[in-house]
Each structure stands twice: as structure tokens, then as C-alpha cells.
């Protein structure tokens, strides 16, 4: 392999962008990564080769999409579909973008299972939720439902 496919310097093709709702992409992974924005904060990065042959880049810095493929934790060869699904508006004129991701993992006829439920193996904390693990972002955390912060809490327990 040269230098130049190393996923980290390769560019990965036009970025997608999420704008209306029904907007999908699909393909294959070439490589997953991190992006560090300006403000330092960092989003998954996915390369990816389109059904259609094209190269593109999704960085994952809405915090729904970031939230959905940190559940599926697609690697490269996989194959990925993101679709845009709601866009919820908030407080303040803002708004929170809903994504539908699937995986079907490679090598794999069909679409990857979801992982049989697990049980929670963290303490509840004052408040009566769960105990946030601290390599997850606070952000992230906040917009994760419990069936998902369960999810989050027993892989980092893992």
C-alpha cells in the first residue's frame, strides 16, 4: 500500500450533505476516520464509494447521525445507507436532524442484525438515569434515549 492510500491523507471524494428530508446515500466504506473541527471538537469521518461509483466523504458532526453510527460502529467493507429523516425543530430557531443508518457488514448477503438487548451493568446516578461513561461526549449523551445510554453504558463496560 503507498503512502497515498493511507485513509488519513486521502481525500474521500465530494461531502455529502444532509438537507431534506428523503436525502439518502449508500455505499461502500473505504475507510473510516476522525475529524477534528476547528472548535476541537471530533466527528467520525466516513470514505465511502457510492452504489453509483462516486467517491464521497460523510462527516458525522449532527449529533443524531454521530449517535446512530457510533450504535452500528460500521467499519471498512461495509456497506452503509444514511438517510435523512426528520428534522425536528428546537428552542432557540434550532433544529435536530434525524438519521436512519443501516449496516450490512461485509461479506454479508443481508442487512446486519441489531445486537440482542444488554443488560445494564452500571449504577443509576443521583438522578435516577445512568451514569454516563466518561469517554462520551456531553452533548452526544444528552440526546440519547435510555434504550441507547444502555446500549452506550454496557459497550464501554465491556
Known amino acids: 500500500m503507498s503512502v497515498w492510500d493511507d485513509p488519513e491523507i486521502r481525500e474521500g471524494g465530494a461531502f455529502v450533505k444532509f438537507e431534506n428530508v428523503g436525502d439518502t446515500?449508500?455505499?461502500?466504506?473505504?475507510?473510516?476516520?476522525s475529524h477534528r473541527f476547528d472548535d476541537g471538537k471530533v466527528a467520525p469521518q466516513i470514505l465511502l464509494t457510492t452504489d453509483d461509483g462516486e467517491e464521497r466523504t460523510i462527516t458525522a458532526g449532527q449529533v443524531r447521525l454521530k449517535a446512530a453510527l457510533a450504535e452500528k460502529r460500521p467499519e471498512a467493507g461495509d456497506h452503509l445507507t444514511v438517510t435523512f429523516t426528520q428534522n425536528e425543530k428546537r428552542a432557540g430557531g434550532k433544529t435536530l436532524k434525524h438519521f436512519e443508518v443501516t449496516v450490512r457488514r461485509a461479506g454479508t448477503t443481508a442487512p446486519a442484525a441489531a445486537p440482542a438487548p444488554t443488560p445494564i451493568t452500571s449504577a443509576p446516578s443521583a438522578n435516577g438515569g445512568l451514569q454516563k461513561p466518561a469517554?462520551?461526549?456531553q452533548a452526544l449523551w444528552d440526546v440519547l434515549g435510555d434504550e441507547q445510554k444502555a446500549k452506550v453504558v454496557a459497550a464501554a463496560a465491556a
Not at 25 to 33: D, N
Open 25 to 33: 446515500v449508500s455505499g461502500t466504506i473505504t475507510a473510516v476516520r
Open 135 to 137: 469517554s462520551v461526549d
